[in-house]
Nanobody, 128 residues
Framework: QAQAYESGGGLVQVGGSLTLSCVAS????????MGWFRQAPGKEREFVAA????????YYGDFVADRFTVYRGNLKNSVNLQMTRLKPEDTAVYFC?????????????????????WGQGTQVTVSS
């Protein structure tokens, strides 16, 4: 079974930038949709961004407001999340996830139950 591995988290000041990376343990990402979710302390996990198999379409949570960009990495089984203009409310554990089946509806991209394998998460802390 495929596994995802995140990296790039850390401590950043308000207004700063950070890029998270995710690599799959096999070639799963090269043929599947990939998403990013986050979970802040005391809150439910929420959708951040997703990218299709080809990289031709991307989806974002409403709070992103053009601050984040998800894109395929140089390796065919890698995906990155570039985050800019970070705010204290962006502090959370960020998870990478992959789907092994095609998504039949746009709404699927936003639903964490549609994703089949996950990473352990990487902590992002934005200090004011």
């Amino acid at each position: 079974q495929a596994q995802a591995y995140e990296s790039g988290g850390g401590l950043v000041q308000v207004g700063g930038s950070l890029t998270l990376s995710c690599v799959a343990s096999d070639d799963a990402f090269s043929g599947h949709t990939m998403g990013w979710f986050r979970q802040a302390p005391g809150k439910e996990r929420e959708f951040v961004a997703a990218i299709t198999r080809s990289g031709g379409a991307t989806y974002y949570g409403d709070f992103v407001a053009d601050r984040f960009t998800v894109y395929r990495g140089n390796l065919k089984n890698s995906v990155n999340l570039q985050m800019t203009r970070l705010k204290p409310e962006d502090t959370a554990v960020y998870f990478c996830a992959g789907a092994t089946r095609p998504f039949l509806s746009r709404t699927y991209y936003y639903q964490q139950t549609r994703y089949d394998f996950w990473g352990q998460g990487t902590q992002v802390t934005v200090s004011s």
